[in-house]
């Protein structure tokens, strides 16, 4: 099974909610990711965990938060966004991080919209 | 100049014509090559992954790498109107970053 799963595909929020998406793995992979992708442009990286722990935040604005509960399960946390957050939110997973060789399997994304 | 080049299209061919996608490189560092196919509102999906210069086939895909000229190729022989879609390749060098091209639109007229 080389699926990662997330949820929800759609999401429209106002510039003063909170939301969060999810991202799901049952691949023993220990390197999860969160992407940004706007359209016609390639992914951008925003976070990576490895090991259930923080490793790169590429100077992601603090309205997102990502969290990490368990090996298989990634959350962004979503609060005071802006129009311009509006994309597609990718994620991904790898069986590990830092190391030559590791495909990194894409989720199907969510389509946030901030109004 | 950007680490990995890729025209952005689109490209257009007929049911049945062989495509070449095509990416250039500057990062001598480069050791792994991969390709993903997006469909338009969808996530990338992992078509081919190489390490180092030479071919790699898997059905009606083939990878290509050149080293020497930092160019790689993605062929598609046989190409369907269902192979429409945004193509992106991609290269890393053992940090923990993909250095993805800006995708290159693929139309296959029916």
């Known amino acids: 099974d080389t699926e990662v799963t997330q949820t929800p595909k759609h999401l429209v929020m106002g510039m003063t909610n909170k939301k969060s998406l999810k991202c799901e793995q049952h691949?023993?992979?220990?390197?999860m990711y969160w992407y940004k992708q706007k359209a016609k442009k390639p992914p951008e990286l925003m976070f990576v965990?490895?090991?259930?722990?923080?490793?790169i935040n590429e100077s992601v604005p603090s309205r997102f938060s990502p969290e990490c509960p368990n090996s298989s399960l990634l959350n962004l946390h979503l609060h005071a966004l802006q129009p311009e957050d509006s994309a597609l939110y990718l994620c991904?997973?790898?069986?590990?991080?830092?190391?030559?060789?590791?495909?990194?399997?894409f989720g199907p994304g969510t389509r946030l919209t901030v109004l | 100049q950007k680490e990995v080049e890729q025209d952005p299209g689109p490209l257009s061919v007929p049911e049945g014509a062989i495509v070449s996608l095509n990416c250039t490189y500057s990062?001598?560092?480069?050791?792994?090559f991969m390709w993903y196919r997006q469909y338009s509102r969808k996530g990338p999906e992992l078509l081919m992954y190489?390490?180092?210069?030479g071919n790699k086939e898997d059905g009606r895909f083939t990878a290509q790498v050149d080293k020497s000229s930092k160019y790689i190729s993605l062929f598609i022989r046989d190409s369907q109107p269902s192979d429409s879609a945004t193509y992106l390749c991609?290269?890393?060098?053992?940090?923990?970053?993909?250095?993805f091209g800006t995708g290159t639109r693929l139309k296959v007229l029916a």
């Open positions: 965990y490895s090991y259930e722990k923080l490793s």
């Open positions: 991609a290269a890393e060098s053992g940090t923990y970053k993909y250095i």
């Open positions: 991904a997973s790898s069986q590990e991080f830092r190391a030559l060789g590791n495909e990194q399997f």
């Open positions: 990062n001598s560092a480069f050791q792994y």
């Open positions: 691949m023993g992979h220990r390197a």
């Open positions: 190489t390490y180092s210069s």
